[in-house]
């Protein structure tokens, strides 16, 4: 009785956490231009997507921004981390940690707003470079955090045994660090790359004219009412997540199965 | 040799540390004494603590993201308790994240057509003989929809605290005869707490700021801090008064941080 209870409460939570995405997407096929009456099925507002140019060069920059700023993001957060991992006295690693955290939990508006001070008062122009410079500066920190925990896992028998035999300072780094916290490594970088797509506020701070990523497009557009293309953008955009959550899904899961091998191995 | 190597890894990481982490907190306060002639001054901070408007839109805007939180916190700890009791719990936590993988402008946008005059919501107003209402541009679709978009935040925490528990306790208060809802009120519930509160940060600290909700859903009758900020910045262009905003929601955000425990942000963010 009571198993039956909390299934239909979660049974209706799940619904409503599914229900307008669904909407969305149904509506997408519709053959109607408002989203109150389905009438028929249609590919139509699909083949207006893929003919709109501009929105196909917005989607392009998007994709760009979001793979260039997660590839330099990884790239710097992972060193930061190293160097994090390094430090031996607690209260530097603390106050590192904290400096760290602190674009994890400030509001977007505030990123946004301060951002916006920083370009204007060093005379960078608004636009594709200031919007890559945000996503890589409040992507860092998830990378960070993601892989720390790796490094901290790591043991030092292991780098020391690498020294013992000889390994340079690079070769420690390709041949044995890199390789043991891949897992961290690409688990920031779908990281990075979903704050990337996901987020508004920031951009919306400082994008300027002239340049515009999907999330501005969509606020613009849905200002100004019902629009069917923007349903089957939605569609091809939840193709795209539900593939991405399968790949971060997939790392996860192999990189968990590599550590009950490895468990396996030393009992 | 090695160690002096290993410093200059932390230069790229050290350049961001000071140009994107303390130069940008340091450039708000900056701001915020300046005013639109740009002379320093503080009356941008006398200016809001004498005015009604300024403080009434603050505390507007706390009671908001308070009633907000507080109904994420409802639905979503029976939802993380339930869920923790499946089988597969962990693929229905991934379901429970997967919505938040869906840009939010577009689940914004999909409450605009459910909650429109001839929308989906009405339908079934009308269909149960209530007959339409206005429901879109209203405070309360504001609090629904802003609640919808933060449930999975909420749900997250709380679903690792209770995967933190310790089973062997609630077998203990079971063996020593506690009833189920002593139980839970006894045992679980303060042992999962850390999850609410770290949950009530992810929560409401960006409650205050969602101003895309307020343009888009709220029709620009609730004024939140963050639409607040985001007006004197791209409206009105007055951004010693939108920084004087910004220092306020800082502030707020400490306080809330300081409140919720000292406790490390921990399953605030999907993953």
């Known amino acids: ?267 | 040799m090695t160690n002096r190597k290993t410093w200059l890894y932390f230069i790229p990481y050290g350049l961001w540390l000071a140009l994107f982490v303390i130069a940008p907190v340091g450039l708000i306060i900056y701001q915020s004494f300046f005013d639109l002639g740009h002379h320093f001054t503080v009356a941008n901070y006398s200016t809001y603590f004498q005015s009604a408007t300024y403080l009434k839109m603050t505390l507007n805007s706390v009671w908001y993201a308070f009633l907000i939180t507080l109904f994420t916190v409802l639905i979503s700890y029976p939802t993380a308790y339930f869920l923790h009791q499946l089988k597969h719990r962990q693929f229905w936590l991934l379901l429970v994240i997967l919505p938040t993988w869906i840009n939010i402008l577009l689940k914004a946008y999909a409450f605009i057509g459910i909650f429109s005059q001839a929308g989906l919501a009405n339908q079934f107003l009308t269909f149960i003989g209530i007959g339409p209402q206005q429901i879109l541009f209203t405070n309360a679709s504001f609090i629904f929809v802003a609640t919808y978009i933060q449930i999975p935040f909420m749900i997250l925490p709380i679903f690792n605290a209770l995967d933190d528990l310790n089973p062997a306790f609630i077998n203990a208060s079971k063996d020593l005869g506690a009833s189920a809802w002593q139980t839970f009120h006894r045992v679980i519930f303060p042992l999962t707490l850390p999850g609410v509160k770290a949950g009530v940060q992810a929560v409401f600290i960006p409650s205050l700021s969602l101003f895309m909700l307020t343009r888009l859903i709220g029709g620009n009758k609730v004024i939140t801090l963050g639409t607040a900020i985001e007006e004197h910045f791209l409206t009105t262009m007055n951004w010693g008064m939108g920084s004087t905003i910004g220092v306020v929601l800082i502030v707020a955000m400490i306080i809330v941080m300081t409140l919720t425990g000292d406790q490390k942000p921990k399953g605030g963010t999907p993953r």
Request: proline fraction near 3%; charge should be positive; charged fraction near 15%.
């Open chain 1, 1 to 267: 009785m009571k198993r039956h209870l909390a299934n239909t409460y979660l049974v209706l939570v799940f619904l409503i956490l599914y229900a307008p995405i669904l909407f969305l997407i149904v509506y997408s096929f519709s053959q109607g231009d408002t989203m109150t009456n389905y009438h028929g099925f249609t590919w139509r507002h699909y083949q207006t997507l893929f003919s709109d140019a501009r929105m196909l060069a917005i989607v392009a920059n998007t994709l760009l921004v979001a793979l260039l700023s997660s590839l330099i993001a990884t790239l710097i957060g992972t060193l930061g981390a190293l160097s994090i991992n390094r430090t031996t006295k607690r209260v530097t690693r603390e106050s590192l940690l904290t400096l760290n955290n602190v674009l994890m939990v400030s509001p977007d508006v505030i990123i946004g707003a301060s951002f916006l001070i920083f370009f204007t008062m060093l005379k960078i122009p608004l636009g594709f470079g200031s919007v890559l410079m945000s996503h890589i500066a409040f992507e860092i920190p998830i990378v960070v955090l993601m892989v720390l925990p790796r490094l901290r896992e790591m043991s030092t028998s292991m780098l020391d045994a690498a020294q013992d035999l000889g390994a340079t300072t690079r070769q420690l780094l390709s041949r044995v660090i890199i390789p043991f916290i891949s897992p961290g490594i690409f688990a920031g970088f779908f990281m990075a790359l979903t704050y990337s797509l996901d987020d508004f506020a920031v951009t919306f701070f400082v994008t300027g004219n002239g340049f515009s990523t999907l999330s501005v497009e969509i606020y613009s557009r849905a200002r100004q009412g019902i629009n069917l293309e923007i349903n089957a953008l939605s569609g091809v955009m939840f193709l795209f997540s539900l593939l991405l959550v399968g790949g971060y899904y997939w790392i996860q899961q192999a990189s968990q199965k590599r550590k009950h091998r490895k468990r396996e191995v030393v009992s």
